[in-house]
């Protein structure tokens, strides 16, 4: 699948809203490639307040329907009262930087 053009799947990921910081929404999905060729999706998922965290999937590339693992934990939460990213936070772009 590496190197193909990207097509949409439809509906990959849907929070299930068991977990605080990750109630609904899985949005603004951002690909990166690990090392062992899965897929690693980052997304912006909500929380009961609406502010958004960003967590990531695993898929595997010849099955990308069926999510391999799902963060437990967000990578990225929202920050204190009063800061610029205090209501929510997204996922722009992944870089691997020094390996």
Do not use: A, L, P, T
């Given at each position: 699948m590496r190197?193909?053009?990207?097509?949409?799947l439809g509906l990959v990921y849907r929070p299930p809203g068991n977990r605080p910081w990750s109630r609904t929404h899985a949005q603004l999905p951002t690909p990166f490639w690990l090392d062992d060729g899965r897929l690693r999706i980052f997304f912006a998922t909500r929380d009961a307040q609406r502010r958004s965290h960003i967590a990531w999937l695993d898929l595997d590339p010849n099955h990308p329907t069926r999510p391999l693992a799902v963060a437990e934990r967000p990578v990225l939460s929202p920050g204190p009262a009063g800061g610029f990213e205090c209501d929510g936070v997204y996922p722009a772009c992944a870089l691997r930087l020094e390996g």
């Open positions: 190197g193909e053009r990207w097509r949409s």
